[in-house]
C-alpha cells in the first residue's frame, strides 16, 4: 500500500495505482474528468489531457515537484505523493485550455444531439468551458456514416478519444474500426462503412462520451430526460442480460448497459464488465421481453440532473470573458 | 578547423561499395569490438566520449545505452532512427547516401554492445533510392561475413534489415517509430514504459539516430577518451550541419564543436556568408522545431559573448535569448525573408504531421495553423497575436509526445522576437500582399 494525498485529502492505495483511481476512490469533486479513460477497456487514456493534475511532490523519497502537469489516468502515484487537482491553479486553468481545444471544432449542435443531457462535454464546457468562443475560422466538417446498421457516426462531434476502437479491438481481431488520418483532419472509420461484425459492436455507443456513435433505434425519438430510466433483466444466451430500459409510458425507447457515476459500463458479480448485446440494444423494445425491475438512479454530475440552468448557480458566476 | 570524422574519404569515388570502403580502413572497429573487446567495454568507450544523441535532443548515447534493461532470454533490439523528417534537416540523408558503410559498420558495433541479434534502420518513405544504397550496401556485408551468423568467428549473429516508413514525420519520435515497425499507425506511445523496458514487440529496444550510431565507429576505433578530446566541453565530437537557406554555400557540413557561428555563416569553409550580398536576418540553428534567432542573436549571446556551435551556447540565454543546436537544421534568412510567412509555413507542416491523439497538439495546431494563414494574408488583427501566443501556452507540456512542444516554440519565439512584423502584417495588409512572391493566396478560414 502507498499513501498519496490529492487536494489535501490522504489515502492509501494499492501500489500501481492510477492517480486517476485513486481520486477515485476518495470521490467528490476531487476526481478529475476523464474524457478518454475507460477503465473496462484496456489501452485506453493519455489522449484527451482533460485529466491532467499537477503533482507538488513526486514521492517521499523524491518529493521534487514534477515539471509538467501529468495526465492522473495514466501516472501510477508514488508512496508519498501530493498531488493537487481543484486546489491548482495552473490545472484550472490549462483544463480551461483542454476544453477550449475540445469545443473549438465541436459543432455545438446540442438542441439536435441525442446525447445532450448525457454528455461528458457538455458538462465538462459547463464547469470549464468559457461562454464565448475565441474561434474564428470554419469549423472542420465530416459526412456521417453508418457503422453497421445500427450505429451512427457523426464525426463532427467526435473527440478522437479512442475508446470505440478499443471496444472494437477488445471485440474482434479482425477490426476493420480505426482512424484515418493525422492531426485535425484524422477522423474514426470503418474502411468507409464496412461494418464490424459482431454482437457486442453496440456498446461503442456507450463508451462514447459525447454524441458521435448514436443508436440508430433511438435517434430523435426523445430527449433523455424526458424518459424513465428503469433496471431491467431478460434472459439472454449472448449476454447478461442486465440492462438499463429507457421507458416513455410503458413503452420502451432505448436500452444502454448499467453505467456508473463516471459512465462506465458497471461489472456483474462475476467481475467482467455487463457490456449488453446488440440483440437487447436494438432489438428487445418490447417490455414484455423484460423484467422490470424497478427505476435506476443516474447518479451523474450531468447538467440536467442537476437542473444549472435554472437554480443555484446563475450564468454571471462564470467568467464572461 | 573542418574535420572529418564520420564524413572521412566522402570524396574517394566508390566508397559506397563494400571494397572500397574496406580499403580505406572500413570496419574496422568490427573487428576491434568483436575479437578484443567485450559489449560492455564498448559501452564504457560510448560513455567516456561523452557522445550526445544527434537526433534532436542530445541525451548522452552511452547513458541511454546503460539504461537497456537485460532481462533473461529475452530479445533486445537496436533501431536506427533515419526517418529525417525535420524541416531544414538533411544530414543523414547525405551520410547514408554517400558512406551507407559507415552506418552499417556503426549498426553492427552498436548492435554487439547493446546484444542485440536482430536491428532494424528505420527510414522515411520519401528516401527510396537511399533504401536501395542500403540494401546493397548490406548484402555486401553479408557476403563479406560482416552480417549474419557468427560474424567474423566471435559467435556474435547479427540480422539487419531496412524497413521504410509511409513518409510520416510522427514517425522520428521514437515511440511511434517502434509501433509503425511494428505494423500499426505511427501514434507515439504513453511514457512510462520507456522503450529502454519494453519497446519493439514489448521488449528492451534503444532507438538512436543514424549520426549517432556512425559516430561509434571513430569511437571504438580511436577510444572514447580520444573522441572526448574533439569539441568543447560537454559538446565533444564532431557534427553534422546540414546549412539552408540565403547562403552563398548551402549544404551539409562536419564540424568540430566549438567554432563560432560566426565562422559557419561566413567562414572560406563553411558557409561563405549571406547570399547577393544581403544582410543576416535571423537563423533556426536546429531545425524546425527549435526557437528562431534574430540577426543580433545569432553570432554573439545576449551576454555579448561569441555564440558557438555547442549545445551549451546555442541554448545560453534559455528560451528568451537562445535556441538549441536539435538535429543541426540550420537555417538562415536574410532581410527579405518574411518571419510571418516562414511560422505560417511551419505551423503548416505541424498541423499536418500532428498524429492526431492528444487535443492539444491535434486542435491547437490547426488553431494556430489558420491564425497564421490569417496574419500572413493581411486578415489579422492584433488580438490574434495575443491568441497566438496564448495557444501556444496551453499546447506546450501538456501533450503526449515532443512534438507539441516542437509546434509551439518556433510560433513563440517568432512572437518574441518579430512581433512588430506580426503587427505589421495587421496594420499593412496590403503592402504585406505584396511581399507575397506572386503566390496565391488561400482560401479564408474564416466563416
Ligand atoms: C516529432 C518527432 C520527430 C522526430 N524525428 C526524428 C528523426 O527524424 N530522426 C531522429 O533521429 N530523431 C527524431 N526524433 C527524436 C527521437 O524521438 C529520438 O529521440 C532519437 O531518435 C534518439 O536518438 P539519439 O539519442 O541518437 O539522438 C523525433 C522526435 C519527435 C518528437
Ligand atoms: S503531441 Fe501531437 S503528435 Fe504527439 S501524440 Fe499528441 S497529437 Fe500526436
Ligand atoms: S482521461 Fe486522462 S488523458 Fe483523457
Given at each position: 500500500m502507498v499513501k498519496v494525498t490529492i487536494d489535501d485529502i490522504q489515502i492509501e492505495v494499492e501500489e500501481?495505482?492510477?492517480?486517476?483511481?485513486?481520486?477515485?476512490?476518495?470521490?467528490?469533486?476531487?476526481?478529475?474528468?476523464?474524457?478518454?479513460?475507460?477503465?473496462?477497456?484496456?489501452?485506453?487514456?493519455?489522449?484527451?489531457?482533460?485529466?491532467?493534475?499537477?503533482?507538488?511532490?513526486?514521492?517521499?523519497?523524491?518529493?521534487?515537484?514534477?515539471?509538467?502537469?501529468?495526465?492522473?489516468?495514466?501516472?501510477?502515484?508514488?508512496?508519498?505523493?501530493?498531488?493537487?487537482?481543484?486546489?491548482?491553479?495552473?490545472?484550472?486553468?490549462?483544463?480551461?485550455?483542454?476544453?477550449?481545444?475540445?469545443?473549438?471544432?465541436?459543432?455545438?449542435?446540442?438542441?439536435?444531439?441525442?446525447?445532450?443531457?448525457?454528455?461528458?462535454?457538455?458538462?465538462?464546457?459547463?464547469?470549464?468551458?468559457?461562454?464565448?468562443?475565441?474561434?474564428?475560422?470554419?469549423?472542420?466538417?465530416?459526412?456521417?456514416?453508418?457503422?453497421?446498421?445500427?450505429?451512427?457516426?457523426?464525426?463532427?462531434?467526435?473527440?478522437?478519444?479512442?475508446?470505440?476502437?478499443?471496444v472494437a479491438n477488445q471485440l474482434t481481431d479482425k477490426r476493420?474500426?480505426?482512424?484515418?488520418?493525422?492531426?485535425?483532419?484524422?477522423?474514426?472509420?470503418?474502411?468507409?462503412?464496412?461494418?464490424?461484425?459482431?454482437?457486442?459492436?453496440?456498446?461503442?455507443?456507450?463508451?462514447?462520451?459525447?454524441?458521435?456513435?448514436?443508436?440508430?433505434?433511438?435517434?430523435?425519438?426523445?430527449?433523455?430526460?424526458?424518459?424513465?430510466?428503469?433496471?431491467?433483466?431478460?434472459?439472454?444466451?449472448?449476454?447478461?442480460?442486465?440492462?438499463?430500459?429507457?421507458?416513455?409510458?410503458?413503452?420502451?425507447?432505448?436500452?444502454?448497459?448499467?453505467?456508473?457515476?463516471?459512465?462506465?459500463?458497471?461489472?456483474?458479480?462475476?467481475?467482467?464488465?455487463?457490456?449488453?448485446?446488440?440483440?437487447?440494444?436494438?432489438?428487445?423494445?418490447?417490455?414484455?421481453?423484460?423484467?422490470?425491475?424497478?427505476?435506476?438512479?443516474?447518479?451523474?454530475?450531468?447538467?440536467?440532473?442537476?437542473?444549472?440552468?435554472?437554480?443555484?448557480?446563475k450564468i454571471t458566476d462564470k467568467k464572461l470573458n | 578547423m573542418s574535420r572529418k570524422i564520420l564524413l572521412e574519404h566522402d570524396d574517394v569515388p566508390g566508397i559506397e561499395t563494400f571494397d572500397v570502403y574496406r580499403k580505406h580502413g572500413g570496419y574496422r572497429s568490427v573487428e576491434k569490438a568483436l575479437k578484443t573487446m567485450s559489449p560492455q567495454n564498448v559501452v564504457e568507450e560510448v560513455q567516456k566520449s561523452g557522445l550526445r544523441g544527434r537526433g534532436g535532443a542530445g541525451f548522452p548515447t552511452g547513458m541511454k545505452w546503460s539504461f537497456l534493461a537485460k532481462p533473461e532470454g529475452v530479445p533486445r533490439y537496436l533501431l536506427c532512427n533515419a526517418d529525417e523528417s525535420e524541416p531544414g534537416t538533411f544530414k543523414d540523408r547525405y551520410l547514408m547516401e554517400k558512406i551507407p558503410h559507415r552506418?552499417?559498420?556503426?549498426?553492427?558495433?552498436?548492435?554487439?554492445?547493446?546484444?542485440?541479434?536482430?536491428?532494424?534502420?528505420?527510414?522515411?518513405?520519401?528516401?527510396?533510392?537511399?533504401?536501395?544504397?542500403?540494401?546493397?550496401?548490406?548484402?555486401?556485408?553479408?557476403?563479406?561475413?560482416?552480417?549474419?551468423?557468427?560474424?567474423?568467428?566471435?559467435g556474435f549473429d547479427l540480422d539487419l534489415r531496412v524497413a521504410p516508413g509511409g513518409g510520416a514525420y510522427i514517425c522520428g519520435e521514437e515511440t511511434a517509430l517502434i509501433e509503425s515497425l511494428e505494423g500499426k499507425r505511427g501514434n507515439p506511445r504513453l511514457k512510462p514504459p520507456f522503450p529502454a523496458v519494453k519497446g519493439l514487440w514489448g521488449c528492451p529496444t534503444v532507438v538512436n539516430n543514424v549520426e549517432s550510431i556512425a559516430a561509434v565507429v571513430p569511437i571504438v576505433n580511436d577510444g572514447g577518451d580520444e573522441y572526448a578530446k574533439i569539441g568543447l566541453g560537454k559538446s565533444t565530437g564532431t557534427k553534422l550541419i546540414s546549412a539552408s537557406g540565403n547562403l552563398v554555400r548551402p549544404g551539409v557540413y562536419e564540424i568540430e564543436m566549438g567554432i563560432t557561428v560566426e565562422e559557419f555563416i561566413y567562414g572560406d569553409q563553411y558557409c561563405r556568408g549571406i547570399a547577393n550580398n544581403k544582410k543576416l536576418k535571423a537563423c533556426i540553428p536546429?531545425?524546425?522545431?527549435?526557437?528562431?534567432?534574430?540577426?543580433?542573436?545569432?553570432?554573439?549571446?545576449?551576454?555579448?559573448?561569441?555564440?558557438?556551435?555547442?549545445?551549451?551556447?546555442?541554448?545560453?540565454?534559455?528560451?528568451?535569448?537562445?535556441?538549441?543546436?536539435?538535429?543541426?537544421?540550420?537555417?538562415?534568412?536574410?532581410?527579405?525573408?518574411?518571419?510571418?510567412?516562414?511560422?505560417?509555413?511551419?505551423?503548416?507542416?505541424?498541423?499536418?504531421?500532428?498524429?492526431?491523439?492528444c487535443s492539444p497538439c491535434r486542435e491547437g495546431t490547426g488553431w494556430m495553423e489558420k491564425v497564421l494563414n490569417r496574419l500572413e494574408h493581411g486578415q489579422g488583427t492584433l488580438e490574434d497575436i495575443d491568441l497566438l501566443a496564448e495557444i501556444n501556452k496551453k499546447i506546450e507540456?501538456?501533450?503526449?509526445?515532443?512534438?507539441g512542444d516542437a509546434a509551439a516554440w518556433p510560433v513563440a519565439a517568432a512572437i518574441r522576437h518579430f512581433r512588430e512584423e506580426f503587427e505589421w502584417h495587421v496594420t499593412h495588409p496590403e503592402e504585406s500582399q505584396k511581399r507575397n512572391y506572386g503566390l496565391v493566396l488561400p482560401k479564408s478560414t474564416l466563416v
Open positions: 500501481g495505482t492510477t492517480i486517476l483511481n485513486a481520486a477515485r476512490q476518495i470521490g467528490g469533486d476531487v476526481v478529475p474528468p476523464a474524457m478518454c479513460f475507460y477503465s473496462k477497456l484496456p489501452g485506453t487514456g493519455g489522449k484527451c489531457r482533460t485529466c491532467l493534475v499537477e503533482v507538488a511532490a513526486g514521492s517521499e523519497k523524491d518529493p521534487r515537484p514534477m515539471p509538467k502537469l501529468v495526465a492522473s489516468c495514466s501516472t501510477p502515484v508514488m508512496d508519498g505523493m501530493v498531488v493537487k487537482n481543484k486546489t491548482s491553479e495552473r490545472v484550472h486553468e490549462n483544463r480551461g485550455g483542454i476544453v477550449e481545444f475540445l469545443l473549438i471544432n465541436h459543432p455545438l449542435d446540442c438542441p439536435i444531439c441525442d446525447q445532450a443531457g448525457e454528455c461528458h462535454l457538455q458538462d465538462l464546457g459547463f464547469e470549464h468551458g468559457k461562454s464565448a468562443t475565441r474561434y474564428k475560422e470554419k469549423r472542420r466538417t465530416f459526412d456521417p456514416i453508418t457503422i453497421g446498421n445500427k450505429i451512427k457516426l457523426h464525426m463532427n462531434r467526435c473527440i478522437l478519444c479512442y475508446r470505440c476502437v478499443a476493420v474500426h480505426g482512424v484515418l488520418h493525422r492531426g485535425d483532419h484524422a477522423e474514426i472509420s470503418t474502411y468507409i462503412e464496412n461494418a464490424i461484425e459482431n454482437d457486442f459492436s453496440g456498446n461503442m455507443i456507450d463508451v462514447c462520451p459525447v454524441g458521435a456513435l448514436t443508436d440508430k433505434t433511438f435517434r430523435f425519438k426523445s430527449r433523455v430526460w424526458f424518459l424513465k430510466p428503469m433496471e431491467a433483466s431478460c434472459s439472454c444466451s449472448k449476454c447478461s442480460g442486465k440492462a438499463v430500459v429507457w421507458m416513455f409510458g410503458n413503452e420502451i425507447y432505448r436500452v444502454t448497459a448499467r453505467k456508473d457515476k463516471y459512465g462506465e459500463v458497471e461489472s456483474n458479480e462475476d467481475g467482467k464488465t455487463a457490456w449488453i448485446c446488440n440483440e437487447c440494444r436494438f432489438d428487445k423494445k418490447d417490455a414484455s421481453k423484460w423484467s422490470i425491475e424497478g427505476p435506476r438512479t443516474i447518479n451523474r454530475h450531468s447538467v440536467i440532473s442537476q437542473n444549472l440552468y435554472t437554480s443555484d448557480r | 552506418l552499417i559498420e556503426g549498426m553492427i558495433v552498436s548492435s554487439y554492445a547493446l546484444g542485440a541479434n536482430t536491428s532494424y534502420i528505420y527510414i522515411r518513405g520519401e528516401y527510396m533510392w537511399i533504401l536501395d544504397i542500403l540494401e546493397k550496401a548490406i548484402a555486401e556485408a553479408y557476403a563479406n561475413g560482416f552480417l549474419g551468423k557468427n560474424i567474423l568467428g566471435s536546429g531545425g524546425s522545431s527549435v526557437p528562431i534567432l534574430p540577426a543580433h542573436l545569432v553570432t554573439k549571446t545576449a551576454e555579448g559573448t561569441d555564440r558557438l556551435m555547442t549545445y551549451e551556447s546555442l541554448a545560453e540565454g534559455g528560451f528568451a535569448s537562445g535556441s538549441m543546436l536539435g538535429s543541426g537544421g540550420f537555417i538562415v534568412f536574410d532581410e527579405d525573408q518574411c518571419i510571418v510567412r516562414n511560422t505560417w509555413t511551419f505551423a503548416r507542416f505541424y498541423a499536418h504531421e500532428s498524429c492526431g491523439q507540456g501538456n501533450t503526449i509526445c515532443p512534438l
